[in-house]
């Protein structure tokens, strides 16, 4: 069965600082992935999607991107948080299909 | 693009009753429709979904309905339990099938409170 992890679960970073987010899908090959934040445990916003190594689309301009250097890994990354970067970050997968599987996520806060 | 309102964005009910969410969307080629339940500080999960070839569909205590002509869709949840408390998102969807991106268009929401 399929299997999507993310970490960390949770980070807490200064205004500023780096990010680097992971995502991992197990047991499903050429998945499409994404990427949501979710501000204030309301409303998903996508922020990046993937059908494929190196092929990233961004949906919102923002000073975050995002890569994919392996088939069922998915990263994200900030060369300087905002605090408005702050959110509950949800990694998702799909194959052939619309229907998405989300990851636990990761709980990061900007201080 | 694909705009998707839901209401309400609050929904306080007593246990036994029923709850109904409703979402209308824009575009009139988005033909899939999830309903997604998210519980405090957990993933989203999907709990039913309904294509535009279909009026509504039912899952023990959850059905969705869709009027194409009206560009809406709701969820439907009979004698809610305090388990069913949670924030239901839905979301849309033109697909095209195969091995092509379909993305999804969320709601913004709904924090359903059921009293016991």
């Known amino acids: 069965s399929q299997t999507i992890h993310q970490w960390p679960a949770t980070l807490v970073q200064p205004v500023g600082s780096p990010l680097s987010l992971e995502c991992t899908v197990e047991g499903t090959s050429n998945p499409n992935l994404y990427w949501y934040r979710q501000a204030a445990g309301r409303g998903l916003q996508l922020l990046f999607y993937?059908?494929?190594?190196?092929?990233i689309s961004s949906e919102v301009p923002q000073n975050l991107s995002a890569s994919r250097p392996q088939d069922r890994q998915f990263i994200l990354s900030s060369k300087k948080l905002l605090l408005s970067d702050s959110g509950f970050y949800l990694c998702a997968w799909s194959v052939r299909t619309v229907l998405q599987y989300f990851g636990p996520g990761t709980r990061l806060t900007v201080l | 693009g694909e705009n998707v309102e839901q209401h309400p964005s609050t929904l306080s009910v007593q246990e036994g009753d029923s709850a109904v969410i409703k979402c209308t969307y824009s575009d009139s080629a988005s033909n899939y429709f999830p309903w997604y339940k998210q519980e405090l500080g957990k993933r989203p999960q999907l709990i039913i979904d309904?294509?535009?070839?279909?009026g509504e569909k039912k899952d023990q205590r959850i059905a969705v309905t869709l009027n194409k002509t009206a560009k809406h869709f709701s969820l439907h949840i009979t004698e809610t339990q305090p388990e069913d408390s949670a924030v239901y998102f839905c979301a849309a969807s033109r697909y095209a099938g195969g091995t092509s991106y379909g993305k999804l268009t969320f709601g913004q929401g709904t924090i359903l409170t059921v009293h016991p």
């Open positions: 993937s059908v494929g190594i190196g092929q």
């Open positions: 309904i294509r535009s070839n279909v």
